[in-house]
Each structure stands twice: as C-alpha cells, then as structure tokens.
C-alpha cells in the first residue's frame, strides 16, 4: 500500500488496459480517482461498477487531442474537489506498422496527436491549475520501452514516446522547484486491448515475445498500475525527472 488518502487524481485513459487497472489501483488506495477518456461506454461502467463497490470514482469524456475537452474536466475536478493532486497521463494508441517510408503523412500526424500532443496537452491544464494551488503535485506520463530504444516498423509511436520522455524531463526540471514532480513509466510488453491488437492471439509472436522479455512473462497492467501508483505518492517524493522502465528486464539487455 502507498499513501494516497483522499489524494485527488486525474488519469487521461483510463477506460481500459494499463490506466483501468491503474485507476483501480490509486482508489483502492484512498485516491479519488477522475477518468477521463475518449471511451465514454466503457470508461463509465467501469466507474459505476467501482462506485457501488464504494470506491471513490467518476468518468468524464474527453479526447486529449481536445484541449478545451480536458481544461473543462479539470476546472470540473477543482469545482467538486477543491483541487488536484496528481495526475496519470496515459492515453495512446499504437499506430499501423510500417516501414518509416511506406508510413502514411496521417497516420504519422495522428498517433504524435494523440501520444504526444494528447500529454502536452493534459498537463499544460493540470499545471496551470497545480501552480496556484501551492502545494506538492504529482504527474505520471506514460512514455513506453518504445520512448528509450527504437522497434523497428513503428516510426510514429517510436517518436512520440521518445518525445513524451523529453517532455517529462522538461517539465521536471521547470516545475521542481514548484514541488510538482514530473516522471513517466516506460512499460514493456503488457496484457491490455493494445496488446492484443498488436499480437493479437498469433501463438507465434507471443512466443517471441516471451523469449525476449528476461522474466520470460508479459506484464500484467496492474504491475504497471502498481509502480504508477508509488509515482503519484508521497513515498517517491524526492524523484522527479525519471523515465522509469517497467518491463521485466527487458531494457537491461
Ligand atoms: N500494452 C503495452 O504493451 C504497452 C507498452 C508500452 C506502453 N504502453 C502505453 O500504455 C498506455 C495505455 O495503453 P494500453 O496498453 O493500456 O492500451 P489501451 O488501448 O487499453 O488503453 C489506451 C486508453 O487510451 C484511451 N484513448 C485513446 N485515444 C484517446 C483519446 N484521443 N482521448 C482520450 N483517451 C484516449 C483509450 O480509450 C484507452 O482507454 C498507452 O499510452 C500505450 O502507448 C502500452
């Protein structure tokens, strides 16, 4: 368990996969937790179900892409709550994979849109509300082992993830002395739809996978939900600027 009571928490993406099981996570550990995400149906489900369990959550929609879409889920979060505590800024898709010159011009724009804008976007309203407020804050960023070292067939995700690490850093070093931390998790390979859609139930590229993750195991979401957690809380207090791996070994090769 990490201290996170009654600690206000947004998480962009957390309908499914990685930042479900994150959201999940920061209530059962005493956090108010507001979803936001484009996945309205699934997203507010999800919410009501972990509500009549008496945990403390909402959805709201949004699309990161949308700036006024988040400014107004967030001026909603202070309204109710008073303020903002942290935030886990983890919505993204995968792209096609393709060759860097058979990548098509949209679908370049659309995954550094939404990887990389979409988290541009998110804390420039989450900061510009945690400024005022005059306390410690905490922002997670999801970047990907795809943010520290290059897969070949996905020069957008590649790019964007590497940028949402630039940026993290950035934003680090210019708020830490505002006592607002700034990391984000690099997952490795880990069961979500994502996951799924990428591997899809091919036998074959499981295989490979296994053989090349140390552990000899995909992650679960919650182990990435788990260190995103410890992140948000008062127990990582003195790290900032991190992009830390979660991945079973697999950067250390
Ligand atoms: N699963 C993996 O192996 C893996 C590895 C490294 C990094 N990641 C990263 O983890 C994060 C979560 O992915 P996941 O694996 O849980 O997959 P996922 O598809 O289950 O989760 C992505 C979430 O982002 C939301 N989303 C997508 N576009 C959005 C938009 N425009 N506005 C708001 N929400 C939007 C989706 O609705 C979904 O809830 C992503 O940033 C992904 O790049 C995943």
Redesign the pocket.
């Known amino acids: 368990m990490v201290s996170l009571k009654d600690k206000v928490i947004f998480v962009?993406?957390?309908?499914?996969?990685?930042?479900r099981a994150a959201s999940q996570i920061l209530c059962e550990n005493g956090a108010k937790v507001i979803i936001g995400?484009?996945?309205e149906k699934e997203g507010q489900v999800f919410a009501e179900q972990l509500s009549s369990e008496g945990l403390n959550i909402e959805f709201f929609p949004?699309?990161?892409?949308d700036f006024k879409s988040i400014n107004s889920c967030i001026d909603n979060i202070c309204d109710k709550h008073g303020a903002i505590d942290g935030a886990f800024n983890?919505?993204?898709?995968?792209g096609p994979t393709a060759k860097a010159s058979e990548y098509k011009l949209d679908d370049w724009s659309k995954v550094l849109q939404?990887?990389l804008t979409?988290v541009f976007n998110c804390i420039q309203a989450e900061t510009a509300v945690m400024i005022k407020q005059r306390r410690p804050c905490s922002i997670v960023n999801?970047a990907?082992?795809?943010g520290l070292v290059a897969i070949p067939g996905a020069v957008g995700y590649n790019s964007a993830k590497h940028g949402v690490i630039g940026l993290t850093k950035t934003l680090a070093l210019e708020l830490a002395a505002k006592n607002i931390r700034v990391n984000a998790v690099c997952?490795?390979?880990?069961e979500?739809?994502?996951?799924t859609r990428v591997a899809g139930a091919s036998k074959k590229i499981r295989e490979q996978l296994f053989k090349s993750i140390p552990m000899k195991r995909i992650g679960q979401?919650e182990e990435i939900g788990n260190a995103v957690a410890w992140l948000l809380s008062e127990e990582s207090s003195y790290i900032t600027g991190v992009a830390l791996p979660v991945d079973g070994g697999w950067m250390a090769q």
């Not at 962009?12 to 930042?19: D, E, L, P, Q, Y």
């Not at 949004?62 to 892409?65: E, Q």
């Not at 983890?90 to 995968?94: D, K, L, P, V």
């Not at 997952?187 to 880990?190: D, E, H, M, S």
């Open positions: 962009a993406g957390g309908s499914t996969g990685i930042g995400d484009i996945n949004l699309d990161v892409t983890n919505a993204g898709i995968e939404i990887n979409g999801t990907s082992i795809a997952p490795g390979f880990t979500s739809p994502m996951l979401p």
